[in-house]
């Protein structure tokens, strides 16, 4: 990140990501650089985030412009939220918290997943850090609609932002399970057929006629697997894995 250590950068960065005009390329491309310039660098998150207007823009820019603008500033606050101490300065940002929420139930999965990391780092803070989501309109609701029909890793981190929120708070877990489709949602993820390879499979071993229906599906989904030219990684597995574990103890918290 040679670039960060040009004396100014990050004001004249943050001054194009505020600029004042209809959104277009000039923002993606400063949220962009952002991103950039903040991915796994402690002292560049600390510059951008005390930096006047860097938050405010970024937020700005995740909640109204395309998708590739919005898919950089959102990653911009997630390399952000990485590190503790900026935490508080993001969810004190006006309507922070909000964007990150309508950003974990977008139609690009990277901007769902994303935007939902980032709302479980936020939540891993204090108590007044954590009852003030909890508090943000929707939150719920928002992060229910995450773990119904994200993908593995949206899931699996919407349901870790459950677990931070309703940690020893009876208030919040009651809150949690009044809102509708909240624990069917985590349930149902939490007992999701895990993917051989891509293919689903049910991987409970019932007996019976349940249970040789299974093992004839494995074996399908294993004929499958095997006759493809080039075979899949097991990341889809791995991700599944953690989607389930992480809703399996979201759940746990809530009870």
């Given amino acids: 990140h040679a670039v960060a250590g040009v004396r100014g950068v990050f ?12 959104m277009g390329q000039i ?8 991103a950039n310039l903040t991915d796994a660098n402690a002292d ?11 938050l405010d823009a970024l937020v700005r820019i995740s909640t109204l412009a395309g998708e590739e603008g919005r898919r950089h500033a959102i990653r911009a606050l997630a390399n952000l939220s990485e590190f503790y101490d900026n935490r508080a300065a993001i969810v004190a940002t006006h309507a922070a918290v909000p964007c990150l929420l309508q950003g974990s139930v977008d139609s690009s999965d990277a ?3 994303t935007a939902a990391f980032c709302l479980a780092k936020l939540s891993d803070h204090t108590d ?4 003030h989501i909890a508090d943000t309109p929707a939150c719920f609701e928002r992060l229910s609609e995450c773990v119904s029909r994200g993908s593995y ?13 309703s940690a020893k708070r009876h ?3 009651v809150r949690i399970a ?6 069917r949602a985590l349930a149902e993820a939490a007992t999701a057929p895990l993917p051989v390879d891509g293919v689903e499979i049910d991987d409970d071993d019932d007996g019976g006629e349940a249970g040789e229906q299974k093992r004839l599906q494995r074996a399908v989904a294993e004929y499958v697997v095997a006759s493809r030219e080039e075979k899949p990684t097991t990341q889809d597995v791995e991700a599944a894995e953690d989607a389930r574990r992480s809703t399996s103890f979201a759940i746990a918290s809530v009870a």
Wanted: aromatic share 2%; proline share 3%; net charge negative.
């Fill in 27 to 34: 923002h993606t491309v400063a949220a962009l650089a952002l």
């Fill in 171 to 173: 208030s919040v877990s």
């Fill in 11 to 22: 004001p004249a960065l943050v001054a194009l990501a505020a600029t004042e005009e209809e």
């Fill in 44 to 54: 560049n998150c600390r510059s951008v985030c005390v930096e006047p207007g860097a």
């Fill in 153 to 165: 890793r949206a899931i699996s981190n919407a349901a870790v932002c459950f677990c931070h929120l």
């Fill in 111 to 113: 901007i769902a997943t």
């Fill in 128 to 131: 007044k850090l954590i009852l």
């Fill in 178 to 183: 009044e809102t509708k489709g909240a624990i």
